[in-house]
């Protein structure tokens, strides 16, 4: 698909719609985790699911992550071919083909998966493959997981067991925790996480079953596992771009506030009334699931409706209208589902096109 | 992005989340329309915005339709490519970039665009493509659109004068009503929306300005369109399909009744208790902007929460509850931006995989 800029264009200049990234914000994101966490003895498994691009993974790494985390075996092929040499598939892995594929390329990089089931672990032996194997924990989510404690436990034992697979410890990430409004709610959910893991790392010692890493925490939550002491690993993901439902949550010390990096550049397309603007950017341009997106820095403006390819502006009386050619950045509900629908981020610094990198595990779902 | 199957495979050896056509069903779907507007005089330009797939395009005008419609100019283009000889981009085009490709592409196929707005016209007309313009009507929609009447007469007096461009007719498509749910509603909306209609074609006439063409209804309206007369192309798209959310609206006649032939391949991932099962398939897999994916053929089964990658699914009590790797097809809530989250489809014939399709337009969003 073709890029929708080329480098040099002035933002007035790209087509549209288009995923930018805009360099200044997501350079001082990066910077402000890694400065959120000085002092603390935690590693960066910074979340590729988000950008999907190996051109951030590469930054992250730069910036002090000792790798990534997927959420599937082709996007830890497009991580490992774009030279991450540390991956984490932070989820269940089923089935004949993908077993072969994750066992492939723990050939090529460091490679870690989950399990929650005992005939899954066994799939994972049979594959052959030499893998680091995390037991996955349901601390909340009530997702994926087996019940921390003594199930957790019987896992590991297996795991521990087997010639081919290293049990590396457990996965504990609460997905609900990350947009609990307020700071209270989401520490209080990760304290109660807290001590599920503390609960199975104290029957794994008492099995002298070493648990070298705990891994988990997003975006919204991290600073709060990082102060109980119960993880080594955190998987950040969205912190590099932030997203319209993130920033309604509530943000205070001991988290950091991350900047908006990323937007879509949509088009006013339509002015077919004085109170409506419809832009070129829908349901397949930015993904509604958590929230329409945001218009950025123009108060009186709402976008307040989807369809597949556009968006109605809503103009609040006495508000400047946009003009018809007019471009508007929006702040996307929801980052992770919004990036998995280009094939380019559109890296500006200043209002200018510095770069264009290649979003190449898009669409990688398998 | 490789394929999750290749041909020859049955249905349980595909690799998920994958995107399937179940070819009977599709194939049905084709013939249905072309069996409801028998003996009327009215012709098809399917919506090429549903499946952003030539090879599709191409069975829709061996099945009778004129050519296709798209939404974007680089949608138009993979049509072209792919053979299709009669496009119109029934949406305005707004932008220099865009205008030149349009004009480009209006070399090497008959090309249809529609407009709402004067400037953009003599940004059109200075483009010096040539073109067959619709004016668009806002008929009831609240989206683009000129009113109908004399704005409309007025529009479509200056495409009339221009040295370029050619009056083609008017674009009159009320997407609101698609999914009123019963159909004394539809029929009311498409009632008003064609009174509008008459009212505006009869400026036309007294102004001595041909209008050859009025298009526009969907899969939710057309056959009311197609009994007023007042349309003389119908632009369906999501028929070839269908999807969950038009499956809640009333069917009955005049509207033909038209078979789920687009399913999303999901594997069971996790089995974390008895009441819930955990698939491979998220918001990346399945648009949920209009519900939940439907869990198809299986009661006792909802589809009742979406993840980036995981959905979760919860299993009634009493219900045989599905194993781990089981494989379950789901109904996607809404086919348009759930096809553009893939570059494959799936063809599949009584559970063997017959083709691969390439999604060649997915993404295709300038």
Redesign the interface.
Same mark, same amino acid.
């Given at each position: 698909? %073709?890029a929708?800029a080329s480098v040099g264009m002035r933002l007035e200049e790209i /087509? #549209? &719609?288009a995923l930018l990234v805009d360099l200044e914000s997501f350079e001082k994101n990066l910077k402000t985790l890694g400065d959120s966490l000085r002092g603390h003895d935690v590693r960066v498994r910074a979340h590729a699911?988000t950008h999907k691009c190996p051109e951030i993974a590469r930054r992250q790494v730069a910036a002090g992550a000792i790798g990534v985390c997927c959420?599937?075996v @082709?996007e830890a092929e497009a991580m490992v071919e774009g030279g991450i040499e540390d991956v984490l598939v932070s989820?269940?892995?089923? $089935?004949v &083909?993908?077993l072969g594929r994750l066992g492939a390329l723990s050939t090529r990089a460091r490679l870690g998966v989950c399990v /929650?089931?005992r005939?899954?672990l066994r799939q994972l032996e049979a594959s052959g493959a030499k893998l680091d194997v995390y037991v996955e924990l349901?601390i909340g989510m %009530?997702?994926? $997981?087996?019940a921390p404690g003594e199930p957790a436990l019987a896992l590991a034992r297996e795991i521990a067991r087997s010639r081919t697979l290293r049990f590396a410890g457990l996965q504990a990430y609460h997905?609900r925790a990350q947009h609990l409004r307020s700071m209270a709610e989401r520490r209080a959910a990760i304290q109660a996480a807290c001590d599920q893991v503390v609960l199975t790392k104290a029957l794994l010692e008492k099995a002298k079953i070493p648990c070298p890493i705990v891994t988990g925490a997003g975006s919204g939550s991290f600073m709060f596992e990082v102060e109980t002491g119960a993880w080594n690993e955190i998987q950040p993901g969205s912190y590099v771009f932030m997203d319209a439902d993130y920033a309604r949550n509530e943000w205070a010390a001991p988290l950091p506030r991350f900047e908006h990096s990323l937007f879509v550049l949509a #088009?006013?397309?339509? !002015? &077919?009334?004085p109170d %409506?603007a419809?832009v070129?950017?829908g349901?397949?341009?930015s993904?509604? /699931?958590s929230g329409m997106p945001g218009v950025w820095e123009k108060p009186g403006l709402v976008y307040a409706a989807? @369809? =597949?390819?556009?968006g !109605?502006v809503d103009i609040a009386p006495g508000v400047a209208a946009p003009a *018809?050619?007019e471009k508007l950045l929006l702040v996307p509900g929801?980052c =992770? &589902?919004t990036v998995? *629908?280009? =094939?380019w981020y559109v890296c500006v610094r200043q209002g200018v096109v510095e770069a264009l990198w290649p979003i190449t595990a %898009?669409?990688? @779902? *398998?």
């Amino acid at each position: 698909m %073709r890029a929708p800029a080329s480098v040099g264009m002035r933002l007035e200049e790209i /087509d #549209t &719609p288009a995923l930018l990234v805009d360099l200044e914000s997501f350079e001082k994101n990066l910077k402000t985790l890694g400065d959120s966490l000085r002092g603390h003895d935690v590693r960066v498994r910074a979340h590729a699911k988000t950008h999907k691009c190996p051109e951030i993974a590469r930054r992250q790494v730069a910036a002090g992550a000792i790798g990534v985390c997927c959420q599937k075996v @082709s996007e830890a092929e497009a991580m490992v071919e774009g030279g991450i040499e540390d991956v984490l598939v932070s989820n269940e892995v089923v $089935g004949v &083909p993908k077993l072969g594929r994750l066992g492939a390329l723990s050939t090529r990089a460091r490679l870690g998966v989950c399990v /929650d089931n005992r005939d899954n672990l066994r799939q994972l032996e049979a594959s052959g493959a030499k893998l680091d194997v995390y037991v996955e924990l349901d601390i909340g989510m %009530r997702r994926c $997981g087996v019940a921390p404690g003594e199930p957790a436990l019987a896992l590991a034992r297996e795991i521990a067991r087997s010639r081919t697979l290293r049990f590396a410890g457990l996965q504990a990430y609460h997905g609900r925790a990350q947009h609990l409004r307020s700071m209270a709610e989401r520490r209080a959910a990760i304290q109660a996480a807290c001590d599920q893991v503390v609960l199975t790392k104290a029957l794994l010692e008492k099995a002298k079953i070493p648990c070298p890493i705990v891994t988990g925490a997003g975006s919204g939550s991290f600073m709060f596992e990082v102060e109980t002491g119960a993880w080594n690993e955190i998987q950040p993901g969205s912190y590099v771009f932030m997203d319209a439902d993130y920033a309604r949550n509530e943000w205070a010390a001991p988290l950091p506030r991350f900047e908006h990096s990323l937007f879509v550049l949509a #088009t006013v397309m339509s !002015r &077919p009334a004085p109170d %409506r603007a419809i832009v070129d950017a829908g349901l397949k341009a930015s993904s509604v /699931d958590s929230g329409m997106p945001g218009v950025w820095e123009k108060p009186g403006l709402v976008y307040a409706a989807a @369809s =597949d390819e556009h968006g !109605r502006v809503d103009i609040a009386p006495g508000v400047a209208a946009p003009a *018809l050619g007019e471009k508007l950045l929006l702040v996307p509900g929801h980052c =992770d &589902p919004t990036v998995n *629908l280009y =094939d380019w981020y559109v890296c500006v610094r200043q209002g200018v096109v510095e770069a264009l990198w290649p979003i190449t595990a %898009r669409g990688a @779902s *398998l």
